[in-house]
DNA sequence: CAGTATCCTGATAGATACTG
DNA sequence: CAGTATCTATCAGGATACTG
């Protein structure tokens, strides 16, 4: 594996034993990839966020909205109209993600289709979608 | 009226709206992208994982390794030995998130460039290595 | 429309002690 | 050596209401 150059990565005040570590403590989270995956498809209102995003709240939607931006993923485009507009966009550092998230997309589906032989998924259910209540 | 416009993903009674949040899920967490990154370098005895990640809770660390095994990604090897020995190492399902890893890696490295450039890292306190306790 | 401010709760991490 | 079992502390996530 690749040896790291400096044993430990800080920031935001926190410390890091890897760059992966430093990498999935940015982007993780229980809504995160979900946000900047639909940020890869273009830039969007908060509002098409929140309607694409379908179960998130509406305030850790804007928590997440502003870790991603203190974190240098995203940039925040305010439109002093009235009413309000307000764009999210990845920024080149968000944009860098791409390739990693394509990668998990990948694995995640392999993992599915792992799992889908030995147990099938439950796709006939669709109360699903409502599970985050 | 919930629209459904993509499949869900599911495992272990949770849903997940795409596959990325899905490997998120799967293995992310305070300790997991470390334990993976670790045994990407080869298996690993259960002392060993625990030298290795500095700060890490006695208990943790058995769980999020039974979390990684129950998920696939890790595969455990009992040898009744006296005392007992057992080892960790990845599954070919965990093996496949490498490439993932590395450009997570990638982006850790250049994210941490990026915020050098601009908030010099605090490199100047050795207690930072310390944290962790 | 977008964003805060409260308050609440459940999941997770951690300290510690005990077991085969 | 490796693994449980408790107990506690913490914090992210969520429900709700109010504001420019």
Redesign the pocket.
């Known amino acids: 594996m690749i040896e790291t150059p400096s044993p430990f990565y800080e920031f935001n005040g926190k410390t890091y034993q890897c760059p992966i570590e430093l990498s999935i403590a940015l982007f ?5 990839p979900t946000i900047i995956y639909k940020l890869l498809d273009g830039k969007k ?4 966020l ?1 309607k694409l995003i379908e ?13 991603l931006e203190a974190s240098g993923i995203i940039a ?1 485009h ?1 439109f002093p109209t ?7 966009e990845l920024t080149p550092l968000g944009e860098g993600l791409r390739p990693a998230i394509d990668h998990l997309q990948q694995w995640g589906l392999q993992f599915q289709a792992e799992h889908s032989k030995t147990k099938p998924v439950a796709n006939h259910c669709p109360e699903l979608a409502q599970e ?2």
């Open positions: 993780a989270g229980r809504w995160k209102r908060y509002g098409e929140k179960g998130i709240n509406h305030k850790v939607l804007a928590e997440q909205l502003r870790d925040r305010v009235n009413p309000p507009k307000v764009e999210y985050q209540k």
